[in-house]
């Protein structure tokens, strides 16, 4: 069996574990970062991409909103690259409670949250489709976020450093002696080999799922589950992050993030994070919902469905939940041998993509702290070092890739019309990572994103890899029938319409033209 030697073993690839890698390798310490599918394919890839102000809870969780606010500063000084400055706006609809808008007013003031009140004529010159019957406006500082893009470049720069990052390895067991942990197991899944990490420090960053990692140590993390349903609508409804100016609830958020909107989001307790498909009642109350920020939203066409899971962590001692609303969003760090008497083990859960690099500073401040190796020396770096790809400090805008298209010349190739990937982007992706799935290049390039979700562009991308070499036969089919199969799952429940036309010419496509179920292995 393969073994490795790590400082730090960082179990889960999400925000959380990203920024972990990040920290501890920019603090000098080695660091192995696993998880048990591609990065960000858990909650951080599965969240509506808003980069919050803080404003969504300065009346309810005010020590969240300032948490979220001192980070959204932060992200946008070392991880510009990634986030698009759309700016945010609360507004009061007909269904809100004119007084909230009082309330959130000193709110932000008191949490610290920029906040500014404009006239509703104002409001509307800026976003013309909401609703001609809102009351009153305010902008704040939200921002959209790409996730795949922040956590990669996360790993790019603790990989650049010496850390050991593995995906597809699913964790068998942790390993402990003498009242500690000191490494574990993994499996490869993809070929099934089998290897070991010894490691000085575990930090369990793996969220929702955090419960069940701890409990091969026999450890205790009482984190619950959050089911949040989110829809993408095929365009671009607002160019702003627009939210009901109210208490937290759902359906009442909507946020520009690339070429699409999405709207968002449930919140009721999950009994496993795995096992959390949205209803086709959850997306008929999120589409009704859309109507009291955007009038006319129902009748859009929805591309997606899907559904994330929070990992909150009730911070009361009967740690009981009747309303996941009711808990807090902020963090926090557990050290398990204070908690369940096993030493070199830490777990961090709760917070948000915001507070993710305030969550890992958090983490390794600790875990410096248990390795005996605390000095000026191992100080956090990463509320000022760019991470790679943001040195320039410049937003990302929407019309980038269209820029590069025309810039690259007529001799490049389209292979996603929708997302305006080319030939050239697509091989670059693979000179970076090996391909692996298509839908690992889903989220590095959003191939397969657009209105014909994978209708077109699919099978192009897998015929150019297999004429590059990088995908066998049985690899090529393989892979374009997962990625079909897997685009399926989130559109389903929305086939009517436009993207029930849409749905069924890619049917035709792929099993009238291509016979995708029978292709050789």
Known sequence: MNQLETDVLVIGGGSTGAGVAWDSALRGLHVTLVDRGDLATGTTGRFHGLLHSGGRYVVKDPASARECAAENQHLR?????????????????????????DQFLAGCAAAGVWCEEVTVAAARRREPRLNPRISRAFLVADASIDAWKTIWACVRGAAARGATVLPYHALVAL???????????????????????????????????????????????????????????NHRLVNTAVNRCN?????????????????????VPAADPDDIDPTGEEIAAM???????????????????WAGARPLFPKSAAGEVSDTRDVTRSHSVLDHAQLDGVGNFLTVTGGKFTTF????????????????????????????????GSESRRYYWIGARQDE????????????????????????????????????????????MGPCQGGFCAFRVAATLHQDGHYDREAANGSLRSFIEERWKGTRLL???DQLRQTRLDEWIFQGVLDLEHLPE
């Open 247 to 267: 208490l937290p609830g759902d359906g009442d958020i909507l946020v520009p993030i690339r070429t699409v909107s999405v709207i968002g989001t449930t919140d």
């Open 495 to 497: 086939s009517w319409g």
């Open 405 to 448: 298209m025309e810039a690259q010349g007529p001799d490049d190739t389209w292979l996603c019309e929708c997302e305006l990937v080319s030939t050239r982007d697509v091989r670059a992706a693979v000179s970076r990572r090996a391909p692996g799935q298509l839908d690992d290049l889903r989220r590095s390039l959003r191939v397969g």
């Open 357 to 388: 690099r305030l969550m890992a500073k958090d983490a390794v401040d600790l875990a410096v702290d248990k390795l005996g190796t605390s000095d000026s020396a191992l100080a956090c770096r990463t509320d000022s070092e760019p991470l790679p």
């Open 175 to 233: 390993e402990v002696e003498a009242a500690a942990v000191v490494g574990a197991t993994l499996r490869d899944t993809r070929t099934g080999e089998e290897r070991r990490v010894r490691a000085r420090c575990t930090i369990n960053a793996a969220g929702a799922w955090s419960g069940q990692v701890a409990r091969l140590a026999r450890c205790h993390v009482g984190v619950v589950p959050g089911k949040g349903v989110m829809i993408a609508m």
């Open 77 to 101: 000084r070392v991880a510009a690259d990634c986030i698009e400055d759309t700016g945010g706006m609360f507004v009061t609809t007909p269904l809100d409670d004119p007084g909230y808008a």
């Open 287 to 305: 589409m009704a919902a859309g109507e009291a920020l955007v009038p006319g939203f129902s009748q859009g066409r929805a591309l997606r469905a």
